[in-house]
């Protein structure tokens, strides 16, 4: 059966108004054109719809009983087509994952959650394990937001920069590395540890040491950041990691933070999405909540707000 979905637009504004010139001046159409559509309600329904009584017209008892559903649909239809949405964040019932790496959840989870519960309590946050290869989850769907240190090269893929990191040395307090300023040759000289999922032992860091004729021992492979800041609290290897993402595990633990003998650019953070999500305003909605909440990290802070341990020796 094909249906023209305008007449249902025509139906909710004849029960409503209850008559084909009210319906028709509503709808911003001729009077013969809106009784041209009744007649085509008629024969879709089998029914009258609108009935005459006198100089008026009357809906029968099946236009009676529709009337309520009628409207519902109509405006379920303009709102799903509208472009220009209002999002009710109290009432948004929806399911959002954020796969980010495991330093950033860390850092910023807790802060992420809270604010989408207090602002969307309808909400869910489904905060999920980077994978240990790469796949196309966001281009799937699977995946609303996501965070890289390397800019998409997919031009469906949307990406936004929420910040730019410094890469620091820690290490367990007492380490023979916090007796005196940390020198290029002493901290090659050390044993070190890398984060990779995929368990890699070289990474960027290797490459400059290289292009300087120097080399590290690396001794292990860590699949996470927070196995390799336990590790460097349990042992004497050394791990170099993002300074503002790790910040508040660092202090957390307790460990010395030095900075990198090594000049290299900032690490780049960005948040990751797919082109679909574009003009998705929950969706917006969230990944400027992310942004701002990942922003945060990026202010310095204080003297008085860094843990004694953190403060680099003189």
């Keep these: 059966m094909q249906l023209d979905l305008n007449l249902l637009t025509a139906l909710d504004a004849l029960l409503e108004e209850g008559s084909v010139a009210g319906a028709a001046a509503r709808l911003h159409v001729t009077a013969p054109a809106m009784s041209r559509s009744l007649g085509r309600i008629r024969k879709a329904t089998g029914d009258q719809i609108l009935v005459r009584t006198g100089r008026s017209m009357v809906p029968t008892t099946r236009a009676l009983a529709m009337r309520a559903q009628v409207h519902a649909l109509v405006q379920q239809a303009h709102q799903l ?45 489904r905060l999920s394990a980077e994978p240990g290869t790469d796949d196309a989850e966001l281009r799937r769907g699977e995946v ?23 890469l620091v040395v820690a290490v367990r307090p007492g380490h023979p590395l916090t007796d005196s300023p940390l020198s290029i040759e002493r901290y090659t000289a050390a044993e070190h540890l890398t984060v990779s999922r995929r368990g890699r032992l070289r990474d960027q860091i290797d490459d400059a040491l290289t292009t300087r004729g120097l080399e590290r021992r690396v001794a292990a492979a860590g699949p996470t950041a927070a196995f390799a800041l336990q590790l460097a609290l349990d042992t004497d290897l050394v791990v170099t990691l993002p300074e503002a993402v790790t910040r508040t595990a660092r202090n957390r633990l307790g460990l010395v933070s030095l900075p990198l003998p090594l000049q290299l650019p900032d690490v780049p953070l960005y948040l990751l999405w797919h082109q679909r999500y574009d003009d998705d305003r929950a969706h917006t909605w969230l990944r400027d909540l992310a942004a701002e909440t990942v922003q945060a990290l990026f202010t310095p802070p204080t003297a008085s707000q860094q843990p004694l341990t953190n403060r680099t020796p003189h």
Excluded: K, N
């Design 81 to 125: 087509l509208s472009t220009q949405q209002e999002l009710d964040l109290a009432a948004l019932d929806r399911v959002f994952t954020v796969r980010w790496h495991d330093a950033l959840t860390a850092a910023c989870g807790t802060a992420l959650t809270t604010a989408v519960r207090q602002q969307a309590p309808g909400a869910r946050l």
């Design 144 to 166: 609303d937001l996501e965070s890289s240190s390397d800019a998409p090269t997919l031009p469906d893929i949307r990406h936004r920069l929420v910040g730019r990191d410094q």
